[in-house]
């Protein structure tokens, strides 16, 4: 198990940062995991090898669609972390919830 990646995860992240800009909200690392963590729950992860630049295109070329299910769960994500920070809320059902994004 090498070099697996998700991609979704990445653009998550950097969905974050698009909609933060427009915002007041804290916007540390702790905060920013916590929207990604929320927002990873309730969106498919596209897991590719990562030598594989193919499917990263095709991931690409795909995403308008899946744009909007992006958008609308990091904007969720935003508004409640934004509203409650370093509250440490529990955003997964079980304990296996670990992000690899730092
Ligand atoms: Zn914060």
């Known amino acids: 198990m ?3 990646i998700n991609l979704m995860e990445e653009t998550v992240l950097s969905k974050i940062d ?6 007041d909200y804290c ?16 969106l498919p992860p596209q897991y590719v090898q990562s030598l594989k630049g ?11 669609q899946r744009d909007i299910e992006v958008t609308v769960a990091v904007s969720s994500g935003i ?6 920070p370093h509250k ?8 296996d919830g670990t ?3 730092g």
């Open 2 to 4: 090498t070099g697996l």
């Open 99 to 101: 992000l690899s994004a």
């Open 88 to 95: 440490n809320v529990n955003f997964v059902s079980d304990e």
């Open 54 to 64: 193919k499917v990263l295109y095709q991931f690409a070329s795909s995403q308008t």
């Open 18 to 23: 698009q909609l933060w800009e427009g915002t």
């Open 79 to 84: 508004e409640i972390v934004g509203k409650a």
């Open 27 to 42: 916007k540390c690392d702790s905060c920013k995991m916590d929207v990604a963590a929320y927002a990873l729950n309730r």
